[in-house]
Nanobody
Framework: QVQLAESGGRLVQAGGSLRLSCAASGRTFSIYAMGWFRQAPGKDREFVATIRKGADTYYDDSVKGRFTISRDNAKNTVYLQMNSLKPEDTAVYYC????????????????WGQGTQVTVSS
């Protein structure tokens, strides 16, 4: 089993920056990919970014050039650096991990954190 704990969400003004963290514990050696998803009120959970062993990354077009995902294997932590934030980035951000998949769908990930709220004011 893998446990994930997100942190770093808060209220920020449009144009600002924020860094989210996701600390993994448990069978962390088995993790192949870790990703970030977000869910705004009344909407489905959507893919944001993912990173796998070897540091390959993939981003949704809506955040490409503004967000950066990175991974510290020694700390079993993945980060999401978010710059040039927009009100439409407001959502609960979830960290996810999987032992086998490197994907953009929620079903690609077996393990999920509880989420951290990001609110971007205009």
């Amino acid at each position: 089993q893998v446990q994930l704990a997100e942190s770093g969400g808060r209220l920020v003004q449009a144009g600002g920056s924020l860094r989210l963290s996701c600390a993994a514990s448990g069978r962390t050696f088995s993790i192949y990919a870790m990703g970030w998803f977000r869910q705004a009120p009344g909407k489905d959970r959507e893919f944001v970014a993912t990173i796998r062993k070897g540091a390959d990354t993939y981003y949704d077009d809506s955040v490409k050039g503004r967000f950066t995902i990175s991974r510290d294997n020694a700390k079993n932590t993945v980060y999401l650096q978010m710059n040039s934030l927009k009100p439409e980035d407001t959502a609960v951000y979830y960290c996810a991990a999987d032992q086998y998949n490197f994907g953009t769908y929620t079903y690609d990930y077996a393990y999920w954190g509880q989420g951290t709220q990001v609110t971007v004011s205009s």
